[in-house]
């Protein structure tokens, strides 16, 4: 279990506990549940990289306490 | 994120607490209102906290957003009230009490409350427990966290840094040796045992060195044997009863068939040509090497084999055979269905090299049979093959072979003599009888004659030269009329004109016919033998047309048709067609038989013809010499004839101006003319919409009064003076108007001087020179009043001064 945590930079943070098996879009649904958007339209970034909803977070090397850019589409 | 956020955030905070108070699920929550506000007091940031307080505040969260309009008034004011009272046991620490989560946070920072707000402020992240992320979890779908709570309490975050253990590499190092031999020996005892269960060389056997236990043993085998007999036939009773016997011999049946023969062999290819077998030897055949994903079936072949053929192929490779021959004829008989294609050596290395092989058939046998069939095939049209090529050329000799000269036969001249037009031809009816005999004779058959004609054979073939001609009756009579010549020839030029008429018609009919006859005939022959004979006979003719030469030239010859002729007139389309140009070749009868024999009768017309047509030509030619001989300057018309030659006289000089045209004529403007005669259409103006509608699209007609209207159009071009221009000099002016520039210097000054020249020519006086020497001598001999002139003195003294005396 990891716990990430998703900052939007306009006064949304979130920290969202999951498993590294995840999907992207499974945190995106625990990020909507938590800040209350519609998962499709959040967008997790990091710098450019796009984060893609199919991917797990072990894949993506996103570790316990890594912070992500929270944007909406 | 300035301090109104701050602000906004507590009384959310407040707001939050009130509706965890409204519905408290938690047990800290009242606190967590004061432990918020204090947490900002201290400014800390709250990312740790959050995450800690998350399990407590989800779902108070939850119910807010979802409630968030409703509740707010009212968590408001209950947060308000808390927030008074939250103020009061802020400080109240035993009050207290921790989550178990919770604990180690408590012991970092006393004042740090995490927050249930859900609204996150600039430091502050929301964020939910394990309890209520694993609820929603299940709402969505998803597996339960795995939960390694030890570990990453450990860890610590990144705010809060902790002390990571230290790893000791040697105790590391000994574990894993530790690991290693535990697993080694582990593997040994799985090995004993395993091996444990074979039996040694050295473990003998009891009954070995003992007869009574191998006796034992050997009655024991019996008797299991026989047990498992009776059992075997008890299963087959009861098989039998079950009706199953059949399938279990077949199942047994099956395996027997299993085995693998050499029937199985069939359809098999082997890669190798049935030659390299060889009777009574024996090959061992492998399956050839294929790659694991081909699907392609196998194929047998010997090792030693392909070896063999590899190395002979490497051989045929080092030879440096010539890779090309352009000229290589497939004479081989042997590859009669092989298609011979196209730069056919680099087909192996397109296509892949195709072996020769043949398949095994039924009982995995193959016979050579049918290959032995085809090179039996092969080697009897070899036998009977034909060789294409031809005996090579040889010299042609230069002489006629004995075998040639038999064959070749003789041409017989035909004697053929031109008709001479001069020579009077005496033909009287005793001439003719012996003459009639014959053609009744002869073969009138023009197609034997004619068609029967070829080109003269190789001496091959078989036939009559037929240079041989039979005799036509031209050839005949003409010779008979030759005869005649020679022995009338005496009689001289004088009786030509002794001529009957009708004898002369008869002559004009068979001369038509005759030069009918031997256009046919000449059309067929070939020219090369017509060449040969003509050559001959103009030797023959030469020969002796040199004797009669003196006779012919002095002789005219008068004949009704020419002289019929010649009083028709012209035929105004008569010669003209263009193929008179031998008109006068016709007089010189060292020609050819055929343009003579052609022109036959006609020749006769014909020179009459061209006698009266040269005449008329000479007479047009004096007319046109006549119409062109007009002299450049006219005659002076003498002043005192009259008025008339007066005017005329004036006008030419240009001394009147010929006002006889219209009173509306132009005077010439100063600078040219604008565009009397021409204007540039400027077609872009057509497009404006306005001035389209005034044009008229319909159906014009003309004037109905202006029908008989024929106006006389003369297109006349005046240049700046007035002066009538020529159509040169007209488009000149058209010219450098058109292009905007005109003559250079040069040019206009010659112009200039052009022009004045004409004007001072016009001048010019015509009766008297230049310089008036004329008019002076006048005025002199008036001054004198004698009608001559004393030339004596110098220059100088004779001027009108010094006239008068």
């Known amino acids: 279990m990891i716990e990430v945590v998703c900052n939007d930079r306009l006064g949304k943070k979130v920290r969202v506990k999951c498993n590294p098996d995840d999907s992207i879009g499974d945190l995106k649904k625990l990020i909507a549940a938590q800040t209350g958007t519609r998962w499709h339209k959040i967008v997790l970034k990091k710098w450019y990289t796009v984060f893609k909803d199919h991917v797990t977070l072990g894949d993506y090397e996103i570790h316990d306490g890594m912070n992500l850019e929270l944007y909406y589409q | 994120m300035g301090s109104s956020k701050k602000h906004r955030g507590e009384k959310e905070a407040a707001a939050g607490a009130g509706a965890g108070a409204a519905g408290s699920s938690g047990p800290g929550t009242a606190e967590q209102a004061p432990r918020h506000r204090e947490h900002k007091k201290h400014k800390h940031r709250s990312g740790g906290g959050g995450s800690g307080s998350g399990g407590g505040g989800a779902g108070e969260r939850r119910k807010r957003s979802r409630e968030r309009g409703a509740e707010r008034g009212s968590s408001r004011r209950g947060g308000e009230t808390e927030a008074r009272n939250g103020s009061a046991h802020g400080r109240e620490r035993s009050q207290v009490e921790p989550v178990e989560r919770r604990v180690k946070r408590e012991k970092r920072d006393d004042g740090y409350e995490a927050a249930t707000s859900s609204k996150a402020s600039s430091g502050d992240a929301s964020s ?138 069939q359809g098999l290819t082997v890669e190798h040509t049935i030659d390299s077998f060889r009777e009574g030897e024996t090959m061992i055949l492998t399956l050839k090497d294929k790659g694991v994903l081909q699907e392609e079936e196998d194929v047998l072949v010997n090792v030693n084999l392909l070896d063999k053929e590899r190395a002979e192929k490497n051989v045929e490779l080092r030879k440096k055979k010539p890779d090309y021959r352009p000229y290589a004829e497939d004479e081989s008989v042997d590859d009669m269905f092989k298609p011979r294609s196209i730069l056919a050596k680099y087909d192996e290395e397109l296509e892949g090299e195709r072996p020769h092989s043949f398949r095994l058939d039924r009982g995995g046998t193959a016979d050579g049979a049918r290959e032995r069939e085809l090179e039996e095939i092969r080697a009897n049209l070899r036998q009977q093959a ?97 005869s005649d010549d020679e022995e009338g020839g005496a009689q001289g030029p004088g009786s030509p004109e002794t001529l009957e008429e009708d004898q002369v018609e008869a002559e004009l009919q068979k001369q038509l016919e005759k030069g009918r006859r031997l256009r046919q005939l000449q059309q067929l022959r070939d020219s090369g033998e017509k060449v040969i004979e003509i050559v001959k006979k103009l030797e023959t003719r030469r020969s002796r047309e040199e004797d009669e030469d003196p006779e012919r030239k002095g002789a005219i010859v008068f004949n009704a048709t020419s002289e019929f002729c010649r009083t028709l007139g012209e035929i105004p389309t008569y010669g003209l067609a263009g193929n008179r140009e031998d008109q006068e070749e016709l007089m010189d009868f060292e020609r050819d038989e055929e343009r003579s024999a052609n022109g036959g009768s006609e020749s006769d017309g014909e020179e009459n013809i061209g006698w009266s047509a040269v005449n008329l030509d000479e007479e047009k030619q004096q007319q046109h010499f006549s119409a062109s001989s007009t002299t450049i300057l006219d005659e002076e018309p003498i002043v005192n004839r009259g008025l008339a030659a007066a005017l005329l006289l004036c006008q030419n000089k240009g001394l009147l101006e010929t006002t006889v045209q219209k009173v509306a004529r132009v005077k010439a403007p100063n600078k040219s003319l604008p565009s009397a005669v021409y204007c540039i259409e400027d077609k872009m103006a057509i497009d404006d919409k306005y001035s389209r509608r005034e044009e008229y699209r319909g159906f014009t007609q003309d004037f109905k009064e202006k029908d008989g209207y024929k106006p006389d159009v003369k297109i006349e071009y005046v240049d700046e003076t007035g002066r009538k221009l020529t ?50 001598l006048q005025e002199k001999q008036k001054a004198q009043k004698t009608p001559y002139i004393v030339l004596s003195g110098s220059g100088k003294s004779m001027n009108a001064n010094t006239i008068t005396k």
Not at chain 2, 747 to 756: A, G, H, I
């Open chain 2, 128 to 265: 939910l427990s394990i309890e209520e992320t694993n609820k929603l979890r299940a709402k969505l779908g998803l597996k339960p966290l795995e939960v390694t709570a030890v570990k990453k309490e450990a860890a610590g975050t990144k705010e809060e840094p902790v002390l990571a253990d230290v790893i000791n590499p040697m105790a590391l190092r000994q574990r894993e040796e530790l690991r290693e031999k535990l697993a080694a020996a582990k593997e040994k005892r799985l090995l004993n045992q395993k091996l444990g269960k074979i039996k040694t060389l050295g473990d003998d056997d009891p009954w070995l060195d003992d007869t009574a236990a191998w006796i034992e043993k050997s009655r024991r085998l019996q008797k299991e044997k026989d047990l498992a007999e009776k059992r075997a036939k008890l299963l087959e009773e009861m098989d039998q009863e079950f009706g199953v016997s059949s399938l279990v011999e077949e199942e047994f049946g099956q395996r027997q068939k299993d085995q693998y023969s050499a029937r199985d062999l």
């Open chain 2, 727 to 776: 159509p040169k000099e007209a488009f000149r002016q058209l010219s450098h108007r058109f292009h905007g520039k005109g003559s250079g210097k040069m040019k206009t000054e010659r112009r200039m001087k052009k022009l004045d020249e004409e004007a001072l020519l016009k001048k010019m006086s015509s009766s008297d020179t230049p310089l008036g020497t004329v008019a002076l």
């Open chain 2, 386 to 482: 034909q060789s294409l090529t031809m005996a090579g050329p040889r010299l042609a000799s230069e002489y006629l072979t004995p075998q040639e000269m038999v064959t070749f036969k003789k041409t017989k001249r035909r004697v053929r003599k031109i008709r001479k037009k001069e020579k009077e031809v005496v033909v009287r009816a005793d001439d003719l009888l012996p003459l009639g005999n014959k053609t009744s004779e002869g073969d009138f058959g023009s197609r034997l004659r004619g068609r029967g004609r070829r080109r003269v054979p190789e001496a091959e073939e078989e036939r009559e030269a037929p240079s041989q001609l039979p005799q036509s009756d031209d050839t005949r009579v003409e010779n008979m009329d030759i």
